[in-house]
Structures are given as C-alpha cells and as structure tokens.
C-alpha cells in the first residue's frame, strides 16, 4: 500500500519488473526528484478516484478482460501500457494491442496522472458500472496474492468475493478525488 502496514516501503526493480522492501530511509532517497532514472523507483502512497468515468459495457469488452478486475500500468522500457488481472495462477497479462489501451483508458481523468512503473490504473466492473482509481502498483500485486490464495471454483468462491469487496472498500476509503488542476505527485 504504497506504505506497509508495518512500516516498510516498496521499489519497483525496473529491470526485473519485481517488487523489494525497503525502510523508510532508504524510501526518501528514491522519492527525491531525479531519482526516477536510477534502478529503483519508489512506490508512492497516492490514492486518487475518477467518479466521472464512464466505462460502458462496449468499452469493457474492447479491453477484452475475461474477468471484473483489472489494473493497467505504463511500462516505461516497454514504452506502452500493460494490462493484468488477478486469476487462480496470479497475475495474468492481456494481450491486447496498446492502441486498445489508449482508445479506451487514455481519455479518462487519472491515466494523464499515471506515473509509470510505480502506480496503476485499477478498474471494477460491477453490475454494468466501472470503478476507476490510480492507486500504488504494490497493492495490485497485493490483490493478485489474495485471490490466487482464496480462489476456489470456477468463480473464486464466497471467501474470494468477500475479500474483493473488502478490499475495493478500502480502496475507497483512501481514495480521492484529483484536484481540478491536477494532482502532483507527493
């Protein structure tokens, strides 16, 4: 979450595309303007929700999700957008062309707010509405572990679903929306 329930931060290891723990000091070092050219970046803490996005049942089938979640995230070495969701074997990446990506997502409020390699853009799809957040990429990876540890049957099972709902409920506690001039990085 950005920031560990106990205390500890995250990189991102751009290479490996892996997250490492770090302490709070050794945090700060990458948090410092020009830091984001080294090996590491760090993840920030910044929770943000786009309430005016509007994601029809149309769009959500372009992006060609088989499931209701998914985060997306700018892959700088890559130079494009990746898209993942949680499945019973982890985080599975979708295959669909970029310029998809952007057709659908590039238009919303928070991609522009997107910083690469360390955050995401997190959608819901629920009862024909989407929810949109850009949120620290480690908890994604946080998602993809709680379902792959609860998921039981075709679709996850009540404990799954349960922590789902928990977990985007959390999400929206912390979220907020970006300011109307745009939302600097903290």
Known sequence: MGVAEDGHRHLVELDQRALVCACTACALLFDRPGATTGRYRAVP?????????RLDDGAWEQLQIPVGVAF?????????????YPSP?????????PATWQDVLGGGALAALLEPDVE????????GRTECYLVPIDICYELVGRMRLLWQGFDGG????????????????RAKAPAAAGEARP
């Open 72 to 84: 997306f995230f700018r892959n700088a070495a890559l130079d494009r957008l990746v898209a993942l």
């Open 120 to 127: 995401a853009l997190l959608l819901r799809r629920t009862e």
């Open 158 to 173: 009540a404990e799954a679903r349960a922590a789902l709902n928990a977990f985007f409920a959390q999400v929206e506690l």
């Open 89 to 97: 074997a982890g985080a599975t990446e979708s295959e669909l062309d």
């Open 45 to 53: 803490d910044r929770y943000l929700a786009d309430p005016e996005h």
